[in-house]
């Protein structure tokens, strides 16, 4: 069966450090890979997404980068975090258009 | 107008209650619908596909209309369980976007 991390669970960052997210995902091959940020009471909103390896499609302009260095492992960065960098981010997979399938999510709080 | 807009909430039903919430979506294009369910603080789990006939799973029951474009969640005989955040998730129209909406809250009381 196919079972997805990341980590942490939680951080807390000050203001214009950097931040490093991974994401991996087990049990299946050549999956997309997406990264959501979602705030609070908020719906999920999508950041990145990708098809393949070093393919990465960016959904909205931020201080936020992604990376795919392998198959099945996805990474969001930042150089210098934001205070509305804040929320719950969550990556997901799926296979072609089937349904979405999330991870624990990671909650960062900048200070 | 939000390309997904569900109703907040928070909906207070005791227990053993019907309840139901829609959701409405503003593109016409859209070709997959879903219900998510989210307990506080972590991550949204599928709750169901919404088909175009309509789908049953349980005491849970999606239904699609296209022409007024919304999809609906009705749960019958409620738990104390079934408390959460529903959300509704909509195909953008292109392969790999889901539009989501900000949820329903649901809380069910004894």
């Known amino acids: 069966s196919q079972t997805i991390h990341q980590w942490p669970a939680t951080l807390v960052q000050p203001v214009g450090s950097p931040l490093s997210l991974e994401c991996t995902v087990e049990g299946t091959s050549n999956p997309n890979l997406y990264w959501y940020r979602q705030a609070a009471g908020r719906g999920l909103q999508l950041l990145f997404y990708s098809v393949g390896i070093g393919q990465i499609s960016s959904e909205v302009p931020q201080n936020l980068s992604a990376s795919r260095p392998q198959d099945r492992q996805f990474i969001l960065s930042s150089k210098k975090l934001l205070l509305s960098d804040s929320g719950f981010y969550l990556c997901?997979?799926?296979?072609?258009?089937?349904?979405?399938?999330f991870g624990p999510g990671t909650r960062l709080l900048v200070l | 107008r939000k390309e997904v807009e569900q109703d907040p909430g928070p909906f207070n039903v005791p227990e053993g209650a019907t309840v139901a919430f829609n959701c409405t979506y503003s593109n016409s294009a859209s070709q997959s619908f879903f219900w998510y369910r989210q307990d506080c603080r972590k991550e949204p789990k599928l709750l169901m596909s919404v088909y175009s006939s309509g789908n049953e799973d349980g005491r849970f029951t999606a239904q699609l209309n296209r022409a007024s474009q919304y999809i609906s969640l009705l749960i019958r005989d409620s738990k104390l369980s079934d408390s959460a955040t529903y959300l509704c998730?909509?195909?953008?129209?292109?392969?790999?976007?889901?539009?989501w909406g900000a949820g329903t809250k649901l809380i069910i009381k004894p």
């Open positions: 997901a997979w799926n296979l072609a258009e089937e349904t979405q399938y």
């Open positions: 998730v909509v195909n953008g129209g292109s392969n790999y976007q889901l539009i």
